[in-house]
């Protein structure tokens, strides 16, 4: 692996690291990951933004953009306008939800009806689809007037607020459709439905049934009430939709010292379960862990659904394991194992990947159904020398054993995250989405940060990790022939987060493959989230924390390989108090979705006195989280 010495940004980075390893460097490039003498070819030919930070959203000269749905906005036609003071739980069960995140877009065909099956799945159209959207947590501050900023001020919430609460988290599924006037709202399709806290679910996998899923509700274990902190997800080619259960522990509240199993305590305080905690347990009671106490055990899972069949029944897949899902992203090869890739969002933990027992069989939908239900996990140890293992978590396999705790298979799943780290897993700076370029067919790891850092390693670089990273990983193999089911496989930096020119070595962003290319003062961004990958396979980053850096969140896009590999271009920006989530392309590439979560969440700005209104800018409105349609004025692809 060469150094290429005469590149100040790979000489930056090897500093950093100390010079000692090959796999830390962006010198580098693993097998058909990136091809360093493609042509210079730039597919990414849109006028870059600036760096800045006010009120409103910001694109490059030719794009427009469309608010297609915000929080409280109708799904059915015989919902009035949103008036937030007039706000109930029923009415929000009927209305886009809260602070949207993922996004999936699931295209239908001219034909298709609620009737029709899976007929549609395998559909191109990028003109009319269902746009499946997560709602990740609420803000009673910036959603109903009189609540302070200060979050232990919330603790009060009226039973009527949580009920509300309640109902603008989880998912929402909407017809949309191109016409005249650009994307609508179909608010009269049967499809349109609200998936909520509420919602009734099944639990499959090896973890049903488990007595540690037991309640007083629900003593069979396997039946569940709602879905929360629903942040990233995933689509299958046979068309379901995958949304992640994240930061679940923030809505349960209890000492979990007063609980009688040990096992228990241990496992609630990994998820930040305290007394101290929203009171959410006052007026619903399952979410308080005195009275149960296995409540918790039913949220951090990934959840299925199928989105054009609205009288189906959503269900959690314990065959992914139990932790603060980021998401889950899907390798599908016919022939062969499915593989999904996920990372566990929070400080030293996780990046995870799940093969299937079955196979992938293109022509048959009820089989692939059940390829989530039964297969292995695994965790990954990333080596200095550029090698990494995937770990199994199966119980009886080495330490994962009743001597240590392990009862069974529901044990090891319920517990993923202590399993993983008795296996010897490599402690991360926060994985957020983990996902396969088509292009290339290597996986990317989005690290976000991680300021309780302290010891480095060379797959997490710098202690108090404030800026992020990514990592690349390559399966054995060659482009479009990789085998993602190895226990083995190859990995390197990509690039570190922040600014090139930082003074701190151990601070500055490190970009780019070769010298003379570089990029602009507007390129270099910091806390790296959500990514997506566009038709010609470059990569679109989307971010959450750059605030802090002194500019918004917003979208950044790069090539993956080739001279222009890893050398971003600043795409969008958010207004101020908001990150951007989900990118997520139409099969034509000519329009992107992002939603734009929390605009506003700034210190001191509340409901009645918000620092601004985006996006409607009405002094009879909130600030509203909202999803965005953005396409090209020439109609052409979006980036190019």
Known sequence: MSEHPKNPARRSLFKILGGATAAGT???????????????????????????????????????STVLLSWGDPLHEEETAFQPEELDADGQTRRFGYNNDFIAFMPLTAESSSTQGHRHMQSENSERGLLCVNHEYTQPHLMFSGYSDDYSATREVSAEHVAIEQAACGHSIVEIKQGAQGWQVVADS?????????????????????????????????????????????????????????????????DPQKLADAREIDNHQRFGITAENRNWGDHDRRFDIQVEPNEPNRFGWMVEFDPYNPQSKPRKLTSLGRFEHEGFTLVCKPGQPLVAYGGDDDEHQFVYRYVSQGRYQPEDPAANRQLLTAGTL?????????????????????????????????????????????????????????ETNPHNDCTYVMLTKN????????????????????????????????DHTSSHFQWQQFLLGGNPNAENPAERGAYGQQSPYAISAHGWFANPDNVAFDRNGNMWIATDGCERFGFHDGLWAMATEGPLRAAPKHFFGCPQGAEVCGPEFTPD?????????????????????????????????PPRPSVLAIYREDKQIVGS
């Open 26 to 64: 962006l010198g580098s490039l693993l097998p058909g990951c990136g091809k360093e003498d493609k042509p210079a070819r730039d597919t990414l030919t849109f006028s870059e933004i600036p760096h800045g930070l006010d009120h409103q959203h910001h694109l490059p000269p030719g794009y427009q």
């Open 190 to 254: 049967p499809y349109n439905r609200r998936i909520t806290a509420t919602t009734a679910m099944e639990i499959i996998g090896p973890a049903a049934g488990d007595k540690r899923l037991q309640t007083q509700r629900d003593p069979s274990g396997t039946q569940v009430l709602g879905t929360l902190g629903n942040c990233a997800g995933g689509k299958t080619p046979w068309g379901t939709v995958l949304i992640a259960e994240e930061g679940f522990g923030a809505a349960f509240q209890g």
């Open 378 to 434: 695994y965790a990954a140890r990333f080596a200095d020398d550029g090698s990494g293992e995937w770990l199994p978590l199966v119980h009886g396999l080495g330490p994962l054993n009743t001597e240590n705790g392990f009862r069974n298979q529901a044990d090891v799943m319920i517990d993923a995250r202590r399993a993983a780290a008795m296996l010897g897993a490599t402690p991360m700076d926060r994985p957020e989405d983990v």
């Open 451 to 482: 300021k309780q850092r302290s010891d480095t390693d060379s797959a997490n670089p710098r202690a108090r990790n404030t800026a992020g990273h990514v990592l690349e990983i390559a399966p054995p193999g060659e482009n479009g022939n990789r």
């Open 589 to 621: 590439g000519k329009t992107l979705f992002v939603a734009v979560q929390h605009p506003a969440d700034s210190r001191n700005s509340t409901y009645d006195q918000p620092l601004h209104r985006w996006p409607d800018n009405n002094p009879l409105l």
